[in-house]
Nanobody, 125 residues
Framework: QVKLVESGGGSVQAGGSLRLSCAAS????????MGWFRQVPGKEREGVAA???????EYADSVKGRFTISTDNAENTLYLQMNSLKPEDSGMYYC???????????????????WGQGTQVTVSS
């Protein structure tokens, strides 16, 4: 059974950086699409970044140039390096694994079948 555990969230000032980690177990992360999503109260969960089975990333327009998604295949870990953080980046960040090799549904949550418990990111102005 797939298990995803996020870590690395916290509170930072605008302009700062955080690195989120997602430890995956139960399958091989390089073979499926993996993604990061965020959610704030009252709003739908939105896609932030995803990487397919070949390692090709894609990003939401709002984070392009600031966030980097990567995988460590040996450790079965997914990362999200977040730089130049803005208050609007605040939210609960979730790691998710997809059902397929490609990330065709990103930034929607469709086809993402396993989710972590989330890690909170708060960016103050």
């Amino acid at each position: 059974q797939v298990k995803l555990v996020e870590s690395g969230g916290g509170s930072v000032q605008a302009g700062g950086s955080l690195r989120l980690s997602c430890a995956a177990s139960g399958y091989d992360t390089p073979k499926v699409c993996m993604g990061w999503f965020r959610q704030v109260p009252g709003k739908e969960r939105e896609g932030v970044a995803a990487v397919d089975g070949a390692g090709t990333p894609e990003y939401a327009d709002s984070v392009k140039g600031r966030f980097t998604i990567s995988t460590d295949n040996a450790e079965n870990t997914l990362y999200l390096q977040m730089n130049s953080l803005k208050p609007e980046d605040s939210g609960m960040y979730y790691c998710a694994s997809g059902a397929y090799y490609n990330c065709h549904s990103f930034p929607r949550t469709t086809h993402f079948v396993s989710w972590g418990q989330g890690t909170q990111v708060t960016v103050s102005s």
